[in-house]
């Protein structure tokens, strides 16, 4: 059973930063694509970034550009976001998601950051 | 990086049929068959119910079928049932390997 465990949300200040982590099982980890997808409350879905298998390539949307690095460790199956110089913008779930041709096909439940001073 | 276009509501009452489109552009809806529509009902995590334009994974009721006609995609949903009552989100491949959503579309089953 594929399962995707998200941690490290919670409360930081504008400017601050916070590391998300997602432990995976389940499945060949390191052979797929990884992706984070936000949802601030009550809005819709927004992909963040996604990581190639090898983690040799990254991709982000333009809001997190430069501020957000997504990353992987396949020993130990687990995949990052680095989120540095949080806006009140950024609060949202955060959802780890594994990916298979531009499609997420399993979710994990998602963990939340809130921005606020 | 501009979102897809959906409706901001749909309804239907049991038994009937609802279609929920997608717009985007031939960059990205036009462009690829990689089309996909989620299901969320509240406080809950996404779950992939068409993939590739048509395709349904393993386990989603046939039920939900899926189409694309140009920039357009859609998401029908026959025989309406009171569970389908969720907020449903399409995406598509952007360009540079990117991904897009929609920006969701509450159902409702009168």
């Known amino acids: 059973e594929v399962q995707l465990v998200e941690s490290g949300g919670g409360l930081v200040q504008p400017g601050g930063s916070l590391r998300l982590s997602c432990a995976a099982s389940?499945?060949?980890?390191?052979?797929?694509?990884m992706t984070w997808v936000r949802q601030a409350p009550g809005k819709g879905l927004e992909w963040v970034a996604k990581?190639?298998?090898?983690?040799?390539?990254?991709f982000y949307v333009d809001s997190v550009k430069g501020r957000f690095t997504v990353s992987r460790d396949n020993a130990k199956k687990s995949l990052y976001l680095q989120m540095n110089n949080l806006r009140a913008e950024d609060t949202a779930v955060y959802y780890c998601?594994?990916?298979?041709?531009?499609?997420?096909?399993?979710w994990g439940q998602g963990t939340l950051v809130t921005v606020s001073s | 990086q501009s979102g897809l276009t959906q409706p901001p509501s749909a309804s239907g009452s049991p038994g009937q049929s609802v279609t929920i489109s997608c717009t985007g552009t031939s960059s990205d809806v036009g462009g690829y068959n990689y089309v996909s529509w989620y299901q969320q009902h509240p406080g809950k995590a996404p779950k992939l119910m068409i993939y590739e334009v048509t395709k349904r994974p393993s386990g989603v009721p046939d039920r939900f079928s899926g189409s694309k006609s140009g920039n357009t995609a859609s998401l029908t949903v026959s025989g309406l049932q009171a569970e389908d009552e969720a907020d449903y989100y399409c995406s598509s491949r952007g360009v540079s390997g990117n991904v897009m959503f929609g920006g969701g579309t509450k159902l409702t089953v009168l």
């Open positions: 998601a594994k990916e298979q041709w531009f499609r997420t096909d399993y």
């Open positions: 389940g499945f060949d980890f390191n052979i797929h694509y």
């Open positions: 990581i190639t298998p090898d983690g040799s390539a990254q």
